[in-house]
Every structure is written in structure tokens, then in C-alpha cells.
């Protein structure tokens, strides 16, 4: 079990770690989009470039901050019945959502988006807007790298919820 806990410890702390990244990531946008603003309307002027950057950022932050997202369980639910389940009714729910919903659904994305994102980066993908972010394979292959990143966490999660489900709950402390 011991080794579970620490399976589990380290992902948290690698989605611990790019959650803060991610955070600084948002500042970044703050600014790029207040930038943008100030530049069309105080000096009638906007640069592709910088429409594309605010995007790109955005799915960074979208993809790149799931797992971390689920770590800190942050993703959107009904509650209703699952608030006022017990911790092994909630870590039941939990195992079978992660071994039945989300990994395949991670494991979907990450195989099907492997092409698209290969061919990116096989060519180097780049804006076709005059002006546009010449970079573009990068943010494509963040697709696979976010759903890795939240199968990781599911992972994590599944380790958590079973230890709750067989009562061992207390390594986890």
C-alpha cells in the first residue's frame, strides 16, 4: 500500500506543480488581453498575433490545469445525492467514475488527437494568418499532454478512493 501512496503523492505534487505554473498563466493572459484592449481602443490598431496569443494561452490554461483541477476537485458535479453520501459511498462513486468514465475518456482523446498533433509538429505547424503565432504545433500538443496530466490525477484519485473503500484511508494521511 505504501507504494500506492506514493504513486499518488507524486502525482499530486506534479499537478500541484503545473496548477502553479498555470496560475502564472492567467496573469499572462490579464495582461496580453488588457494589452490587446489598450491597443484597440486607445490607438485603433490590433495585432493577429496577439488575438491568437490569447487564445493559445487560454488552452493552455483549459488543458494543462485539468489535472489539476480534479486534484484539487474542482470540476463541476450535481451533488445532490453525492453531498450527503458517506466517505466510502463518495469513494465508490469515485473508483468507478475514473475506471469507467475518465480513463477511457482520457485514453479516447489522447488516441484519437496523436495523429493531429503528429502531423503538427511533422511540419511545424504555424498560423495561417499573415501575422499569426508561427508556433502553433506547441499549444496542438498540449491536447495529449493535458490528458495525460488528468489520467495521471485519475489515477491518483482511484488510489485515494480505494484505500477509502478497503478502509485504509488513514495512510493517506
Request: contains cysteine; charged residues 15%; hydrophobic residues 55%.
Amino acid at each position: 500500500m505504501k507504494v500506492l501512496v506514493m504513486i499518488s503523492r507524486a502525482i499530486d505534487m506534479l499537478n500541484e506543480w503545473v496548477g502553479r505554473v498555470v496560475a502564472w498563466t492567467t496573469f499572462l493572459v490579464v495582461l496580453v488581453v488588457f494589452t490587446d484592449v489598450v491597443m484597440r481602443y486607445a490607438f485603433k490598431t490590433s495585432f493577429v498575433f496577439v488575438q491568437e496569443l490569447e487564445w493559445h494561452l487560454f488552452a493552455f490554461i483549459f488543458l494543462m490545469g485539468a489535472g489539476y483541477t480534479l486534484l484539487k476537485d474542482g470540476h463541476v458535479r450535481v451533488d445532490i445525492f453525492y453531498q450527503r453520501m458517506s466517505d466510502k459511498s463518495k469513494a465508490w462513486i469515485n473508483f468507478l467514475g475514473v475506471l469507467f468514465f475518465l480513463l477511457p475518456g482520457c485514453y479516447m482523446i489522447m488516441a484519437t488527437s496523436w495523429k493531429f498533433v503528429y502531423n503538427a509538429w511533422t511540419v511545424l505547424e504555424g498560423s495561417p494568418d499573415p501575422g499569426g503565432i508561427p508556433l502553433r504545433f506547441i499549444i496542438k500538443g498540449a491536447i495529449p499532454a493535458g490528458f495525460v496530466l488528468i489520467t495521471l490525477q485519475g489515477v491518483s484519485l482511484g488510489i485515494k478512493s480505494f484505500l477509502i473503500i478497503i478502509g485504509r484511508e488513514r495512510e493517506l494521511e
